[in-house]
């Protein structure tokens, strides 16, 4: 019999992306032909995955023109569903349902209304408030005439009404943890070890981060940057700290044996609308550490709070207050019953309910349910 054929799709994510390539495309594949069509330099079988490359765009320009010259390449791959990841590319996808009749499946990775009010718009500053009303109206139009809608979050999930829709987190699949005990903290003389893991920018809590480490008063606790950066004040910041150290990104595949050299993880986003919305499920650095048994430390906004208090695993601060960071560091130093209380809540969670095997059920049975199969 033969497999139906699944089309994915981006412009600007990079090949192996964690959500895209590791976690949906490949576990579409166990009952799927899947195509990603992606920033690749190449075209070839990859991991399982049939990848045709079109290189990342040139420029504003000619990202924004991709959203109708990609049409040609998608059409040619004769997909049954094609599922797409960027928000601009609605329109290609609105295209290829309403003019060519294909499935569609809108991947939402973000709260795009809230991801925009928290943007320099440039020389459309003056028009900003017009152009994020127009994108949320065409949103909830072209959004709503899809076959499938994939959220990252309730709250996103919560805009789209007239259409099927799933919220499928970016967790960690269960192999990822496998064998993971509740830890206690590292002895005084041994390094101990903050990490942050992720996309590295001001909004994200870098800045703040290196100087909370550098109040913490013991001298073997050090940060642990992994990540792109492409911000050279960041990185002459990271360089400068003789308590930081800048890692770089690490492949996804080995970063749980980064992780376990690790004690506490920093997920201190700023107060920017793109944030503060958060409901906690769309932290995807706060399941890989507490499945990793690392406590961590989160910003206090009311949805991610709401969410620690539920869930445990780690401890909430004010992201903008480096004396409270610095503070709370130290106390999961000092505090091993703490410590391990909150590593222990973590794997849990993890095991139970914020796993990648869970949400692929969701994902499959999704997608059976689209094709009739």
Same mark, same amino acid.
């Given at each position: 019999m033969t497999r139906k054929k699944i089309c994915h799709f981006t412009i600007v994510h990079r090949l192996e992306d964690e959500r895209i390539f590791h976690k949906e495309c490949k576990s579409l594949a166990t009952k799927y032909d899947v195509t990603l069509v992606s920033t690749a330099t190449f075209t070839k079988e990859h991991q399982g995955i049939n990848v045709v490359g079109i290189g990342f765009p040139k420029g504003t320009l000619n990202r924004i023109g991709r959203i109708f010259t990609i049409i040609p390449k998608l059409l040619k791959q004769k997909a049954d569903v094609y599922h797409f990841h960027d928000p601009e590319l609605i329109f290609t996808g609105f295209i290829l349902k309403k003019i060519f009749g294909k499935k569609v499946v809108y991947d939402v990775h973000e709260h795009y209304t809230s991801k925009f009010s928290g943007k320099n718009f440039g020389k459309l500053q003056p028009f900003k408030k017009t152009i994020i009303k127009v994108w949320n109206k065409l949103e909830m139009w072209m959004g709503n005439s899809f076959d499938l809608a994939v959220t990252a979050d309730s709250f996103t999930l919560s805009q789209f009404t007239k259409v099927p829709a799933i919220s499928i987190g970016n967790f960690p699949p269960l192999s990822f943890i496998n064998g993971v005990q509740p830890g206690e903290g590292k002895k005084e003389?041994? %390094?101990? #070890?903050?990490?942050?893991?992720?996309?590295?920018?001001? +909004?994200?809590? /870098? #800045? @703040?981060?290196?100087?909370?480490?550098?109040?913490?008063?013991?001298?073997?606790?050090?940060?642990?940057?992994?990540?792109?950066?492409?911000?050279?004040?960041? =990185?002459?910041?990271?360089?400068?700290?003789?308590?930081?150290?800048?890692?770089? #990104?690490?492949?996804?595949?080995?970063?749980?044996?980064?992780? $376990?050299?690790?004690?506490?993880?920093?997920?201190?986003? +700023?107060?920017?609308? +793109?944030?503060?919305?958060?409901?906690?499920?769309?932290?995807?650095?706060?399941? %890989?550490y507490a499945?990793? *048994?690392?406590?961590? /430390?989160?910003?206090?906004?009311?949805?991610?709070?709401?969410?620690?208090? %539920?869930? *445990?695993?780690?401890?909430?601060?004010?992201? =903008?207050?480096?004396?409270?960071?610095?503070? @709370?560091?130290?106390?999961?130093?000092?505090? $091993?019953? /703490?410590? @391990?209380?909150?590593?222990?809540?973590?794997?849990?969670?993890?095991?139970? #309910?914020?796993n990648w095997d869970v949400q692929e059920s969701k994902l499959m049975n999704a997608y059976a349910k689209m094709l009739g199969s």
């Open positions: 003389e041994e %390094e101990f #070890r903050v990490v942050y893991v992720g996309t590295i920018h001001e +909004q994200r809590g /870098l #800045r @703040k981060a290196v100087e909370a480490i550098e109040k913490v008063k013991y001298p073997n606790v050090k940060l642990h940057i992994i990540g792109d950066c492409k911000y050279p004040e960041l =990185t002459e910041l990271f360089n400068k700290s003789e308590r930081t150290v800048f890692h770089g #990104r690490v492949p996804w595949e080995v970063l749980n044996k980064e992780l $376990k050299k690790c004690h506490v993880g920093l997920a201190l986003l +700023q107060p920017v609308p +793109q944030f503060t919305y958060c409901p906690g499920e769309n932290v995807v650095k706060l399941f %890989e499945g990793m *048994g690392i406590p961590y /430390l989160i910003s206090n906004f009311p949805r991610l709070s709401e969410f620690v208090n %539920e869930n *445990g695993g780690g401890l909430l601060v004010d992201p =903008t207050d480096t004396d409270e960071i610095a503070r @709370k560091i130290e106390l999961l130093y000092e505090d $091993k019953e /703490l410590y @391990k209380r909150l590593s222990t809540e973590g794997i849990e969670m993890v095991k139970d #309910r914020f």
